[in-house]
């Protein structure tokens, strides 16, 4: 059998496969990272003891700026880096196959090790903010080679003020496995405990539900399947719901604690002073997304009448205009679609991602214990790895394109910066990701552009990135706001309160336009199945840089050859800047509202598209 029409029977197996059933060919090789286990093994062994070594430092990096510079290039140089390699190894080892021993027993040594590594390099912190300003500055001037690490010291002593002593940090090191448990617990039960049952597709067959695979449900023409879909993964998340407030509420105490214990005003100020993010971004974003909100209340009042529906509901918001699936798209033809419409960014880039497609950077197909959705880890001495879980729907090309993204800005960055600046800070990191998605976009409307229903479906689906990559990102963020904000002044956030706070916020964005398919205390379960929520103020993040990606997007789309130059040297920066000043030497200056009225302009300009075309028919 020809290796296309084998890749197209694994895309469109009835259930799920076992890891072994999975072709080697759609699997990421984790051999570039460690050859074998006991490879792995050894490496932990040797940073642990590196890190004991390193306690030598402790009372002594201020001796001289010989001590000063050793210290921090084996902390740099050699235990980042091992930290990198093995916490990547664990992290990608476990997400292939989750009820895989080996990858669990790999987990836990790897959680153990950044444990060790926590609490015993928590005192280089301390020691570099303790040292006085003038001294630092002559150490530099002793020894030139300090200025390697002159903005690494900075961005350290941004927030030297909030720094706790050596001992507390130490504690809070040691208790790093615990804080994380949240979250950890929250990603066992969504990936493997929940259960959603099966259902019927289109043609009759009985197929095994998942996260992975909802998206062919819910944009079914069959508005009974797609109905049925929604309401099996909510009630999924409905049973377990009461664990989900409880997982939430104690995410939330431990960060707004900690903010506390750091002297910080709340848990927001803490995530966003970082990397020095003004707060008023976060605030103009809810702000202006509620400007702009009636844009999204017509949206919905044109989908109801094209669907003619009497009531919209959640499962009507995915499902085609055009009535029909387009481009249904398997892996080959995937990659095809990426390569061609990241074209607009030049042959260097897209040559390098023909060698992440060509060299087993990538977890293609879903498996049994595999973790849901997609993401992408960067490795600073080896190379990205990106995960998939392929449908065969335009969908999954879009989240491919969105993950080589990130890829190649690792590679990018990695190339140029020394280790300590090779990582671009998570504020940055979704402007990559998302300027690719509305690239492909933009290529498949051009490619399409005399096909009526291809349009239909293509501003139909760019109007969906906004509302999933934007709006609904805001909403989110205003979710974690609210409720950080309600624990914080001391109401424990029960599955009540959760409900209510969701609620209000379900009405604010849809307007009366979308009917709630779930009574009125089930509203969280919108929110249950988000893992970011775990991550700390971070979703907002996919709002702006979805507006930033738009506004460098249209300007490289129209010619513009200076602002293509200047977005390769932001993808090559990585960490050597502070995220908004990095944008800015980009071409968008983001302390001004603006570039969010620029994205929604782009938004309207869909709706009104969408709105010509059905009046033309």
């Known amino acids: 059998m020809l290796e296309y029409e084998k890749e197209k029977l694994i895309m469109t197996h009835k259930r799920k496969l076992k890891r072994s059933e999975v072709p080697v060919n759609l699997t990421w090789d984790l051999t570039d990272i460690f050859k074998t286990k006991a490879d792995y093994d050894n490496a932990c062994q040797q940073t642990t003891a590196t890190i004991k070594h390193f306690a030598a430092f402790k009372d002594h990096l201020g001796d001289s700026p010989q001590n000063l510079l050793l210290a921090t290039e084996k902390l740099v140089n050699v235990i ?206 809810i702000s202006k997304t509620h400007e702009h909100i009636n844009t999204v209340y017509r949206y919905y009042d044109l989908r109801k009448k094209v669907l003619g529906v009497e009531q919209l509901h959640h499962y009507d918001l995915s499902v085609p205009l055009t009535g029909k699936d387009f481009l249904p798209t398997t892996y080959e033809e995937g990659k095809k679609l990426v390569l061609e419409a990241l074209q607009p960014l030049g042959e260097d880039y897209v040559n390098q991602v023909k060698e992440a497609l060509n060299n087993r950077w990538i977890d293609v197909a879903e498996n049994v214990g595999k973790s849901s959705g997609g993401f992408e880890i960067g490795i600073a001495t080896v190379h990205p790895y990106i995960l998939l879980n392929w449908t065969n729907k335009l969908y999954s090309t879009n989240i491919l394109v969105h993950e080589m993204g990130h890829a190649i800005h690792s590679v990018r960055s990695n190339q140029t910066q020394p280790v300590q600046y090779s990582e671009a800070a998570t504020f940055n990191a979704e402007i990559a990701s998302t300027l690719n998605e509305i690239l492909l976009q933009n290529y498949l409307i051009k490619k399409y552009q005399n096909d009526r229903d291809a349009q239909i479906y293509l501003r139909t689906k760019s109007i969906a990135t906004f509302l999933g990559t934007f709006v609904t990102q805001v909403k989110f963020a205003e979710f974690e706001q609210l409720t950080y904000q309600t624990e914080q002044n001391g109401q424990a956030l029960s599955l009540t309160l959760l409900n209510q706070i969701a609620a209000q916020l379900e009405h604010q964005f849809n307007g009366e336009q979308i009917v709630d398919d779930f009574p009125d205390d089930s509203y969280a379960v919108h929110f249950a199945s988000v893992p970011h929520f775990y991550y700390n103020f971070y979703v907002y993040q996919y709002a702006t840089s979805y507006a930033v990606a738009s506004a460098i997007a249209n300007k490289i789309l129209s010619g513009d050859k200076q602002v293509l130059d200047h977005y390769h040297r932001f993808l090559a920066s990585g960490g050597v800047d502070y995220p908004v000043n990095l944008i800015k030497s980009a071409g968008v200056d983001m302390v001004s509202g603006e570039y969010l009225d620029s994205a929604f302009a782009n938004f309207e300009d869909d709706v009104n598209t969408l709105e010509r075309l059905f009046s033309t028919k």
């Open 80 to 285: 980042d880096v091992n930290i990198d390699k093995t916490w990547a190894y664990a992290e990608l080892l476990y997400a292939s196959d989750m009820t895989n021993p080996v990858a669990q027993q790999v987990k836990g040594s790897s959680e153990d090790l950044m444990a060790t590594f926590y609490a015993g390099t928590a005192f280089y912190k301390i020691e570099i903010s303790g040292i006085e300003s003038d001294k630092l500055k002559s150490y530099m001037t002793q020894e030139p080679k300090l200025l390697n690490y002159q903005f690494y010291f900075d961005r350290i002593r941004l927030n030297s003020a909030h720094q706790l002593t050596a001992t507390e940090e130490k504690l809070l090191g040691t208790l790093n496995a615990t804080l994380q448990s949240p979250n950890d617990i929250f990603d066992t039960l969504n990936d493997i405990d929940l259960n959603f049952g099966t259902l019927r597709d289109e043609n009759g067959d009985e197929i095994e539900l998942t996260m992975g695979n909802a998206s062919q449900f819910i944009q079914s023409q069959n508005r009974d399947i797609r109905k049925k879909a929604v309401d099996m993964i909510a009630h999924a998340h409905i049973s377990v719901s009461h664990t989900m407030a409880k997982l939430y509420n104690t995410h939330v105490h431990s960060q707004n604690t900690i903010a506390a214990l750091r002297g910080y005003h709340s848990a927001r100020s803490q995530q966003l002073a970082q990397n020095n993010i003004p707060e008023a971004l976060y605030d103009v974003l």
